[in-house]
């Protein structure tokens, strides 16, 4: 059983910077999909940036060209670098690991315990 442990969040001012990181254990397969959801309060949780650990990524058009997602598999460890920072971005966010269980023959999600990220002046 997979477990994945977040830090890196906190309140910055808006146009401020913050990098979460996601520990992976025990480790990360080849066919895993990274990624890291947001639940702001009230809303649904949503997909902000995946990442496979051959190198595809896919970003939410709300975060395009301010985060970047990134995988370090000899590390275990998948981060997210959120540059210009808004308000909007305010949630918890969740790393996520999507993982293929070939014997039950389907995807299966892993949640991290979610870090919170607060943009505010």
């Known amino acids: 059983q997979v477990q994945l442990v977040e830090s890196g969040g906190g309140l910055v001012q808006p146009g401020g910077s913050l990098r979460l990181s996601c520990a992976a254990s025990?480790?990360?397969?080849?066919?895993?999909?990274m990624g890291w959801y947001r639940q702001a309060p009230g809303k649904e949780r949503e997909l902000v940036a995946d990442?496979?650990?051959?190198?595809?990524?896919d970003y939410a058009d709300s975060v395009k060209g301010r985060f970047t997602i990134s995988i370090d598999t000899a590390k275990n460890t998948v981060n997210l670098q959120m540059n210009s920072l808004k308000p909007e971005d305010t949630a918890v966010y969740y790393c996520?690991?999507?993982?293929?269980?070939?014997?039950?023959?389907?995807?299966?999600?892993?949640w991290g315990q979610g870090t919170q990220v607060t943009v505010s002046s």
């Open positions: 025990p480790r990360i397969f080849t066919t895993d999909v």
């Open positions: 996520n690991l999507n993982r293929y269980v070939l014997v039950r023959g389907k995807w299966e999600h892993t």
């Open positions: 990442i496979s650990s051959r190198g595809v990524i």
